[in-house]
């Protein structure tokens, strides 16, 4: 979750200091995408007012309580074998792709064993998905490598 410093940090809306004493809403970097339009809200602090009356608020909300939810260790159950993944080296997770209707939002919060992917039984289209959207102009940011098994890397290999 961001860090908070009253009047020190600025709401990620209208640019001004947050006041210990004026409603807000933190957010945690729940946006892995910077041409995402709620890409300046991930990490960031914002007045509540603000966010009640920005067009986007609301959907930031909901994005925020689902990352939130998604974000918590009981809730990495792989899909291949519907048990939580407690060890760290072992578990992917994708978080939120792109919009529910897309060919990405399909994967979105995806948890998983790392061993397990080779099984999965979609695991050639996530492959597909992800060499097909991550390298298009409207990402920007992490990308999946496979080496063989899927993990988060800070940009695509040259
Ligand atoms: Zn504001
Ligand atoms: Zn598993």
């Known amino acids: 979750m961001a860090l908070f ?16 004493s004026e409603e807000r809403v933190l957010f945690p970097p729940f946006v892995a995408n910077k041409r995402d339009p709620l890409f300046h809200l991930s990490d960031g602090v914002v007045h509540r ?3 009640d009356r920005d067009p986007l608020g609301a959907e930031a909300l909901s994005r925020r309580e689902e990352a939130l939810a998604q974000s918590v260790p009981s809730a990495r159950v792989c899909v291949m074998c519907s048990t939580v993944v407690t060890d760290p080296d072992d578990y992917f997770g994708t978080g939120f792709l792109g919009a529910t209707a897309s060919a990405l939002g399909r994967f979105n919060y995806l948890h998983l064993h790392r061993s397990h992917f080779s099984g999965w039984s979609l695991a050639s289209e996530f492959r597909g998905a992800v060499a097909a959207h991550l390298s298009l102009p409207g990402w920007e940011g992490p990308t999946v490598v496979f080496d063989p098994l899927p993990r988060w890397a800070r940009s695509a290999p040259r």
């Open 5 to 20: 410093l009253a009047g020190k940090s600025n709401c990620a809306i209208c640019g001004k200091p947050v006041a210990a």
């Open 49 to 51: 007012a603000c966010l």
